[in-house]
T-cell receptor, first 114, second 115 residues
Framework: EAQVTQNPRYLITVTGKKLTVTCSQNMNHEYMSWYRQDPGLGLRQIYYSMNVEVTDKGDVPEGYKVSRKEKRNFPLILESPSPNQTSLYFC?????????????FGDGTRLSIL | DQQVKQNSPSLSVQEGRISILNCDYTNSMFDYFLWYKKYPAEGPTFLIS?????DKNEDGRFTVFLNKSAKHLSLHIVPSQPGDSAVYFC??????????????FGGGTRVLVKP
């Protein structure tokens, strides 16, 4: 089954404790992105990757890091989490770059930073 | 400043009737618009899209209308079914955004279809 898998689905942690949210897709997609969803704001892009070893900032990259060492994986790293990073996070992928490429989303990771 | 806005946070409709969801945008460089549907505890799933060269696209019960001069699009669901109860996000993309595989989302509209 074609899917984007995120782990963990839920995490409660404390300020400053490094954490990683993993994302894996099995569709051989080139493009992967991370979004965060906050009430009333919709989803905002954090980082994206056009292919292996190619990553760039989205609209809200502060406090986050990513890596793309393999095509299928695109982990999101919070080196020193803060309460304002409490949010619902989605990883997405699409086959190619392009406006008309629908993105496939994972089921989300809800992070609470105390 | 939000470039894509959904001004109605919620909508309640009777089963069998039409649901109309609205979306406004400000960036005239957007050239592709998509609607996503989201159930609780799941990620958004692609529903329907429209290119800026068209003013209407239909897929079964779902039709999207685009009015470029007004920078407005709408999603019509006819007839509405209880399974359509979800949050609907309008999203937009353009040449620059597509380079980064980025969608700009509205805040979402929660639809409740009553049996």
């Amino acid at each position: 089954e074609a899917q984007v898998t995120q782990n963990p689905r839920y995490l409660i942690t404390v300020t400053g404790k490094k954490l990683t949210v993993t994302c894996s897709q099995n569709m051989n997609h080139e493009y992967m992105s991370w979004y965060r969803q906050d009430p009333g704001l919709g989803l905002r892009q954090i980082y994206y990757s056009m292919n292996v070893e190619v990553t760039d900032k989205g609209d809200v990259p502060e406090g986050y890091k990513v890596s793309r060492k393999e095509k299928r994986n695109f982990p999101l790293i919070l080196e020193s989490p803060s309460p304002n990073q409490t949010s619902l996070y989605f990883c997405a992928s699409s086959l190619y770059r392009g406006s008309n490429q629908p993105q496939h989303f994972g089921d989300g990771t809800r992070l609470s930073i105390l | 400043d939000q470039q894509v806005k959904q001004n109605s946070p919620s909508l309640s409709v009777q089963e069998g009737r039409i649901s109309i969801l609205n979306c406004d945008y400000t960036n005239s460089m957007f050239d592709y618009f998509l609607w996503y549907k989201k159930y609780p505890a799941e990620g958004p799933t692609f529903l329907i899209s429209i290119s800026s060269i068209k003013d209407k696209n239909e897929d079964g019960r779902f039709t999207v209308f685009l009015n470029k001069s007004a920078k407005h699009l709408s999603l019509h669901i006819v007839p509405s079914q209880p399974g359509d109860s979800a949050v609907y996000f309008c999203a937009a993309s353009g040449l620059v955004e597509a380079a980064g595989n980025k969608l700009t989302f509205g805040g979402g509209t929660r639809v409740l279809v009553k049996p």
